[in-house]
């Protein structure tokens, strides 16, 4: 167990709608990175939150977007799901300086999107 | 895109035998860092070996680093059937994020 926790476990929506995962960091983590992972492939690096702002951002479209709370939890938003967004997406904490991706990254057990 | 590749994709050994998985990366690093995990859900941080450090050991887990080849390599030392899962390198790029490989399927059969 990390202390990292992520809602919903599993979700299911159809194409054009929208959704929003949370994830709830470690305890004394300032830095939340979203990730998503389609079956059978590594993950792909979304986006990641400093202190309530983005710093850092994959190949992802605008439809991807995020919000980091002060409590440093927080939510990633999809708009208009296309059938190829279903995958596992992944919260990982750390507590980082500055804003770098230095030190270990603590995973949540990921949310499970299915699209149809 | 994903900076790493791991091989094998899968490797099934026997038991109390070692395992060793190969992980390749295309750009400079800061760090690398191995991952496991089971059955699609959170990952597990193993171990992070920086760009300046040649072997680095944690218990029955034993990892190398060469720049110059820009290769690295996990060493799973008497294998048990908990060992089993899927096992991911990532390195951390000149931007500080993360890039994740495909991954190597690790079975343990009994």
């Known amino acids: 167990e990390t202390g990292v926790t992520q809602s919903p476990t599993h979700l299911i929506k159809t194409r054009g709608q929208q959704v929003t995962l949370r994830c709830s960091s470690q305890?004394?983590?300032?830095?939340v990175s979203w990730y998503q992972q389609a079956l059978g492939q590594g993950p792909q690096f979304i986006f990641q939150y400093y202190r309530e702002e983005e710093n850092g951002r994959g190949n992802f479209p605008p439809r991807f977007s995020g919000l980091q709370f002060p409590n440093y939890s927080s939510e990633l938003n999809v708009n208009a799901l296309e059938l190829d967004d279903s995958a596992l997406y992944l919260c990982?904490?750390?507590?980082?300086?500055?804003?770098?991706?230095?030190?270990?990254?603590?995973f949540g057990p990921g949310t499970r999107l299915t699209v149809l | 895109s994903q900076q790493g590749e791991e091989d094998p994709q899968a490797l099934s050994i026997q038991e109390g035998e070692n395992a060793t998985m190969n992980c390749s990366y295309k750009?400079?690093?800061?760090?690398l860092q191995w991952y496991r995990q089971n059955s699609g859900r959170g990952l597990v941080h193993l171990i992070l070996?920086?760009?300046n450090e040649r072997e680095k050991h944690s218990g029955r887990l034993r990892v190398t680093l060469d720049t110059s080849k820009k290769s690295s390599s996990l060493l799973i030392t008497a294998s048990r059937a908990a060992d089993t899962a899927s096992y991911f390198c990532?390195?951390?790029?000149?931007?500080?994020?993360?890039?994740w490989g495909a991954g190597t399927k690790l079975i343990i059969k009994p």
């Open positions: 990532a390195t951390m790029d000149s931007n500080y994020q993360l890039i």
């Open positions: 990982a904490s750390s507590r980082e300086l500055a804003g770098n991706s230095y030190n270990e990254q603590f």
């Open positions: 070996i920086r760009s």
């Open positions: 305890s004394g983590h300032n830095t």
């Open positions: 750009t400079s690093i800061n760090n």
